[in-house]
């Protein structure tokens, strides 16, 4: 059983920054795919970057996020710049341990282990 616990959401205005972390519960943490997704009232849950091999990021954060490992330490970093209005949600950080590889997945169907999410609040 796999706990991931995320942290670093808050309130910014827009243009800001913010750092999301996500720390999970096992040593075999480097061999999963990693990834964050995001949701909004009324929404389904959206791919935002996952990250095994490589990274992987949906359109409208490339460029602005910035997704990194740190295995010693069984976490996984979200660096959020320039953040927009829209970019408002809950970010949920994903565990699939049954892939790691050249392909990241984009569905959620994919992740078996998920955190209970951080609010992130951009304000115009």
């Known amino acids: 059983q796999v706990q991931l616990v995320e942290s670093g959401g808050g309130l910014v205005q827009a243009g800001g920054s913010l750092r999301l972390s996500c720390a999970a519960s096992?040593?075999?943490?480097?061999?999963?795919?990693m990834g964050w997704f995001r949701q909004t009232p009324g929404k389904e849950r959206e791919f935002v970057a996952g990250?095994?091999?490589?990274?992987k990021y949906r359109d409208s954060v490339q460029g602005r996020f910035t997704l990194s490992r740190e295995n010693g330490k069984n976490t996984m970093y979200l660096q959020m710049n320039s953040l927009k209005p829209e970019d408002t949600a809950v970010y949920y950080c994903a565990a699939d341990t049954d892939t790691f590889g050249p392909l990241i997945p984009t569905m959620e169907t994919e992740y078996n282990y998920w955190g209970q999410g951080t609010q992130v609040t951009v304000s115009s």
């Open positions: 096992e040593r075999t943490f480097r061999r999963y795919t």
């Open positions: 990250i095994s091999w490589g990274t």
